[in-house]
């Protein structure tokens, strides 16, 4: 693996988290308190995964360059800017609310979570949208 599969694996790791995400909802609708634990411990290690794999890139690789033009430009600054603001916020969210459930504050993890996981989904979804128009629909000289 070099620097250059990287962006490929970030897409799979916000992939992974999402559906770790989704998962997590679906068990503890259904009571299944392990099941979700797995799933959300899974979700957060996937998450934690991507942002060192985000970071190496980043740092050696720099800024890439949107190559698409018109309205789809400006989608895709829309769904970025968005993404950005909002993937700031989730390292300490995730981890204020497994840590809230880990300690059994059950109640308090409850109402955290209900916000938290949309926020956690949109950024997992989004990462992987920006990633297919940032490498594979739209993929610029510098891309990969």
């Known amino acids: 693996m070099n620097i250059h599969d990287l962006p490929l694996l970030n897409a799979l790791l916000n992939g992974s988290s999402a559906l770790c995400l989704l998962a997590g909802f679906y068990f503890i609708r259904r009571l ?67 840590r809230r459930a880990l300690r059994a504050r059950f109640e308090q993890h409850r109402k955290i979570a209900r916000w938290v996981l949309p926020v956690w989904l949109y950024v997992s979804v989004t990462g992987v949208v920006i990633y297919l128009m940032l490498y594979r629909i739209y993929p610029s000289a510098w891309g990969v």
């Open 32 to 98: 299944e308190i392990r099941k979700h634990r797995v799933c959300m411990i899974a979700a957060f290690v996937c998450s934690a995964l991507f942002l060192i794999s985000y970071v190496v890139y980043h740092a050696n690789v720099g800024s890439i360059r949107f190559a698409g033009e018109g309205s789809v430009r400006a989608l895709y600054f829309t769904i970025l800017v968005s993404h950005t603001l909002l993937a700031a916020t989730v390292p300490a969210l995730a981890i204020i609310t497994l």
